[in-house]
């Protein structure tokens, strides 16, 4: 609803906190879809590269078992070549052939025979382990291709919902389809304006309405405390000029200019609204230290008394008080 004080406005002004607030879900919602299809893309990625992983991982267990029993065979023959010649079998465990005539004699040929076993049982064990390396590597160089097809794919998605047609699969959701709507319309609204202003045929008021709704100024109103003039005291729109204030809580106040009211540039005041009257007084000074009030408060809602334009009662309250300092200065 517009901020001037017409019944029938031939503009109107968007409630910015609404309509950022419409933005705010759509983003949201927005971000919690492109999260669930993100994570469904990766989901499908990943039950497709499942069986290999299954399939390494089951291959690998089977090598660590052969292996394991492979070296305890090893072990059995090599300990049994070194009950016969112990002097052949190394501290590392390296079995060295019988000498032909002494040991082969003292043992009746079994050192013959346990030293083949023991170095058969070695070539199975040294190929054992070279199927266990194997198959770890090819099992890391899978977890590695899906880690990185993973990332692909997520940035493949994330550019599908950046693109046109990504968006419009979004917004055809049911959850975002009616925030979508309203964006848009938000966005043709916007869109009008800032061509119409660009065209130069936003007149002065709607100018002046619309930057007050998008900035949060407020017209002076009732029960405002320690209002000052600032140093940047002029805000004009064209033809029309007003005077900017600060209260005591930083919120930001605007007066329409006219000469009777510069003398409250120079002075700190008070508004009160009380029994349908204003009472315009001079303020104290600011509180200091652990008392002083909280800053940076929001001011909520718009007081019908707050268009100083159209608020005779007010205008005459502070062109008094202004006359009441002249005269007792």
Not at 235 to 260: A, Q
Not at 279 to 305: A, F, K, M, N
Request: aromatic share 6%; glycine share 6%; with cysteine.
């Amino acid at each position: 609803m517009s901020l001037n004080s017409r019944d029938e406005s031939p503009y109107v002004v968007p409630d910015f906190t609404a309509d950022n607030e419409i933005r705010k879900q759509y983003d949201a919602v927005a971000k919690t879809l492109l999260i669930a299809a993100i994570a469904g893309a990766l989901r499908q990625m990943r039950e497709e590269h499942e069986f290999g992983r299954l399939r390494l991982e089951a291959n690998k267990r089977a090598a660590d078992a052969v292996l394991a029993a492979l070296d305890r065979h090893a072990h059995t023959t090599r300990s049994k070549y070194a009950r016969i010649v112990p002097k052949q079998r190394t501290a590392s465990g390296i079995v060295r052939p019988p000498t032909l005539f002494f040991d082969n004699l003292i043992s009746m040929g079994a050192a013959e025979k346990y030293y083949k076993q023991a170095l058969e049982a070695a070539n199975a064990k040294r190929e054992a382990m070279i199927k266990v390396r194997t198959t770890a590597r090819d099992l890391e160089r899978h977890m590695g291709k899906i880690e990185s097809a993973l990332v692909v794919r997520e940035l493949e998605v994330r550019k599908h919902y950046k693109s046109e047609n990504g968006r419009l699969e979004l917004e055809a959701d049911p959850r975002l389809e009616e925030l979508a709507r309203q964006c848009q319309a938000i966005e043709l609204e916007r869109t009008d304006y800032n061509t119409r202003l660009a065209a130069g045929t936003v007149g002065d008021e709607e100018r002046r309405d619309r930057t007050m709704a998008h900035d949060g100024y407020r017209y002076l109103d009732g029960d405002v405390s320690g209002l000052h003039c600032l140093h940047e005291r002029e805000l004009r729109f064209g033809v029309l000029r007003y005077l900017m204030f600060r209260d005591r809580v930083d919120r930001i106040w605007l007066l329409e200019y006219s000469p009777d009211v510069l003398p409250l540039t120079q002075m700190r005041f008070d508004i009160i609204y009380q029994n349908e009257r204003y009472l315009i007084q001079r303020s104290p000074p600011p509180p200091r230290g652990d008392e002083e009030q909280p800053r940076r408060l929001v001011h909520q809602g718009t007081d019908p008394r707050a268009y100083m334009g159209t608020d005779p009662a007010l205008r005459l309250a502070l062109r008094q008080f202004v006359e009441r300092e002249k005269a007792g200065g």
